[in-house]
């Protein structure tokens, strides 16, 4: 039987207006979780295009609106640095917002940088069973991903064999030198999200988008495998990472048999 999964794309003029419609939809998200759930529970990426997003939600606009106190923050990967490191995924949600908005501290669940890679993946995969109280229920409300040139997401690199993870919900990523070890979610905690929202932006993702977005190798462009199983995805995107789309989107709604 096939499933039909629809994948949502928007195109917006540029990265400001993107991040001010993400905001607004983090702000709705977030109202409907914690009126339902009691809780609104979320992984961050790091990156840049995530910054401008993330200054507006420490903004008095969203500081005020957003209960942060039912709110509680986790990241998608960590690269393996110490928390202050200017490459760190923590100081850049912390410096942005985190540190601007009235959140418990107990409710920010930051991956270990400092820690060595396996040791820092086991302690956030305890710290995410805590959490989720059990193997299978690890589902973020709403989880924030960028995408690379070469379609990577979180830390999910073309050719990795964290691809092909599907028991462990978090596993280190180790590289040669110079590039930083890092630690990343898998496929199968990504894919169990409630809602994912992609942030792209910029002529250079264009080429990563239109294989994603509409005909991609998957294995070749690893954000292609983030299929949501029951939940929604939408790419949010400007005029030039869509420069390279075979049609014009505008909130379009793609069908997609799978
Ligand atoms: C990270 C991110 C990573 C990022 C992409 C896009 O730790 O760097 O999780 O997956 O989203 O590399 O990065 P930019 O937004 O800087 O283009």
Redo the contacts with the bound molecule.
């Keep these: 039987m096939t499933e039909i999964q629809r994948l949502q794309v928007r195109v917006f003029q540029d990265l400001e207006e993107l991040s001010r419609v993400a905001a607004e939809l983090i702000t709705v998200l977030s109202k409907k979780s914690i009126v339902s759930r009691g809780r609104f529970v979320v992984a961050l ?5 995530p910054h401008r997003l993330y200054s507006l939600l420490g903004s008095p606009l969203y500081r005020d609106v957003i209960d942060w106190s039912r709110v509680y923050i986790f990241w ?2 960590e ?1 393996c640095v110490s928390k202050d490191h200017a490459e760190s ?1 923590y100081r850049l949600a912390h410096d942005a917002f985190l540190s601007r908005v009235p959140l418990p501290a107990q409710n920010i669940h930051r991956i270990r940088g400092e820690d060595e890679p396996g040791k820092a993946a086991e302690a956030y995969e305890d710290e995410l069973r805590n959490f989720f109280s059990g193997p299978e229920a690890i589902v973020f409300d709403l989880i924030i ?4 040139e070469d379609g ?4 999910l690199f073309p050719g990795s064999s964290a691809l092909d993870e599907r028991m462990r919900p978090v596993v280190p990523v180790y590289f040669q030198e110079p590039k930083i070890n890092r630690v990343t979610l898998t496929l199968p905690v990504l894919n169990h999200a409630a809602q994912i929202l992609f942030l792209a932006s910029g002529r250079p993702k264009a080429a990563a988008v239109h294989e994603i977005v509409e005909d991609g190798n998957p294995k070749q462009y690893p954000a292609g495998l983030v299929k949501p199983l029951q939940g929604s995805i939408m790419w949010m995107i400007d005029q030039e990472a869509s420069s390279a789309l075979a049609r014009p989107f505008h909130t379009s709604v793609l069908n997609e048999q799978r």
């Design positions: 990426s790091g990156g840049s295009t998608t990967d690269r995924n991903l960028g995408v690379g990577h997401t979180a830390s």
